[in-house]
């Protein structure tokens, strides 16, 4: 068989059509997909996806929800909206990849944890300066996901302060950090409503 | 004219020859860049992946506070641009994210009514100022010089607001009124993996690898977005052992190169600080 590949003798039990229905933000076109393959040709990592995006619509109809939430494809998807641009029933194919990336983190199902952990550094630093520090975001994200490789980057890190792109120092934090704090508390408090 | 602008994070550390150079272009064109007070970061790819909420909110601060100036909001950053510009588009769409929004945003004591218009520096740049303002500005013609258009992804895709988002060429145009050439180059909008670089780099490196190694024959690549040139600059070391060929290439944002034509001083275009040297670029202009 060939990547990707798998064969399924599909039970009742084994749909979750509750899940079909939550994977935002629209189920409705998503249940359009004819499966033409646009989508994963105009992908630049479909390749290494354990299930292209073509066939990832197709699991999400069918409502195969642990198939697609445990898969490395959503995950490798860098928001380049190549797919969204291209679908001809118009599906918001990078948005819903987006969503995937969420419910996979809330189930703990996340296969690619470098990512996950990646975006949650980033959401982190962001709430302590209310912008970006590059060096933080770094080095807290290699702190979180224990991941070979920090090495390579101290290097580039060294390139960069050599350059003067990067200073060590943390920078300076927005005025109105008490507006950042308010808006990731609300958005808690919202979400956990859900 | 006068806009509101956004630089960005990274145009504040990594990118900072962009900031500098974006100022003091768009400054000799008779227009100017008035930094949005107290601006927050943008929110990146990350945020969206994380909560759907913080992705909307943290943007929408940024509108409420550009609404107020009555003026358009100018981002540089290809990123920042999407994110602001989808807030917009999502209010438009989903009706009852307005509601959400207002509880957030109020919970900062902070409200956005949706007016705020939302520009990449190269719509303004392409379509405010105009090429041929740009041609009539220049001071030394970049004659002789195949420069690689390279767009990405985010800044025409999904809307294509201000350029075509399948075949862009607002930035083409720019490079031929300083006097370029531009090189025939069929990937100017396929993506340079992002942040891949850092979380599965196997995949990232293939991408910039597949980049560069289809730029070879041009003189420099020049980019409208940080983290391209981050990309496309920083890993030319692990693209060329990809490739099995040397690869030594300058990435200039857009704005330095047009700078070099407005003859700028070093201190606006901070040259010095992109890591693929271009010595041997600045060697082949011609003298003013």
């Known amino acids: 068989m060939t990547q990707g590949q798998k064969v399924y003798e599909l039970t009742r039990d084994m749909l979750d059509h509750n899940f079909t229905a939550q994977v935002a933000p629209d189920r409705e076109k998503l249940q359009t997909c004819i499966q033409c393959g646009t989508c994963t040709a105009s992908c630049p990592v479909a390749y290494a996806m354990d299930y292209t995006p073509r ?138 409503k859900v | 004219m006068k806009y509101s602008y956004m630089p960005g994070c990274s145009l504040l550390s990594t990118a900072r020859g962009y900031d500098t150079s974006a100022r003091a272009v768009v400054r000799e064109l008779n227009s100017e860049l008035i930094e949005l007070e107290d601006w927050n970061c943008c929110g990146a790819n990350a945020l969206e992946s994380v909560s759907y909420l913080l992705s909307v909110a943290m943007p929408a601060r940024n509108l409420a506070l550009a609404e107020a100036t009555n003026r358009d909001l100018v981002t540089s950053c290809s990123s920042c641009f999407l994110n602001l510009f989808k807030v917009n588009h999502r209010l438009k769409r989903e009706p009852e994210l307005r509601k959400k929004l207002d509880a957030i945003l109020g919970a900062a004591g902070l409200k956005y009514q949706g007016k705020a218009r939302v520009r990449h520096l190269l719509d303004v740049i392409a379509n405010d100022i105009g090429v041929e303002a740009v041609a009539k500005r220049v001071d030394r013609k970049l004659s002789g010089l195949k420069v690689v258009p390279y767009y990405g992804c985010q800044t025409v895709r999904p809307y294509g607001e201000y350029d075509g988002p399948y075949l862009p060429n607002s930035m083409d145009k720019l490079i031929e009124a300083v006097g370029a050439e531009t090189h025939p180059y069929l990937w100017k909008t396929v993506c340079c993996g992002g942040v891949l670089m850092t979380t599965e780099k196997s995949i990232g490196r293939k991408l910039v690898a597949d980049l560069l190694g289809a730029a070879k024959g041009a003189d420099c690549i020049v980019t409208v977005c940080p983290m391209c040139q981050m990309n496309l600059d920083a890993y030319q070391g692990e693209a060329a052992a990809e490739l099995g060929m040397k690869v ?41």
């Open chain 1, 55 to 192: 066939q990832l619509w197709r699991l999400i109809q069918l409502g195969l929800k642990e198939e697609v939430l445990g898969s490395n494809s959503f995950w490798l998807c860098t928001a380049c909206y190549a797919c969204t641009l291209r679908c001809l029933r118009g599906i918001a194919c990078t948005e819903t990849m987006s969503a995937l990336k969420r419910m996979s983190v809330a189930e703990g199902m996340e296969k690619l944890s470098s990512s996950a952990r990646f975006y949650e550094a980033f959401r982190d630093t962001v709430r302590r300066h209310g912008r970006l520090h590059e060096v933080e975001l770094m080095t807290t994200y290699f702190g979180r996901a224990k991941k070979l490789g920090a090495l390579g980057y101290s290097r580039l890190g060294f390139t960069l302060w050599r350059k003067g792109k990067v200073s060590l120092d943390a920078g300076a934090n927005i005025k109105r950090l008490d507006q950042i704090e308010a808006i990731y508390r609300k958005v808690e408090e919202l979400e956990a």
């Open chain 2, 248 to 288: 030594r290439i300058p990435v200039l944002f857009l704005t330095q190169l047009m700078g070099l034509a407005f003859n700028l001083p070093e201190k606006d275009l901070l040259l010095g600080q992109n890591i693929a040297s271009v010595r041997g670029l600045l060697r082949q202009l011609q003298p003013v």
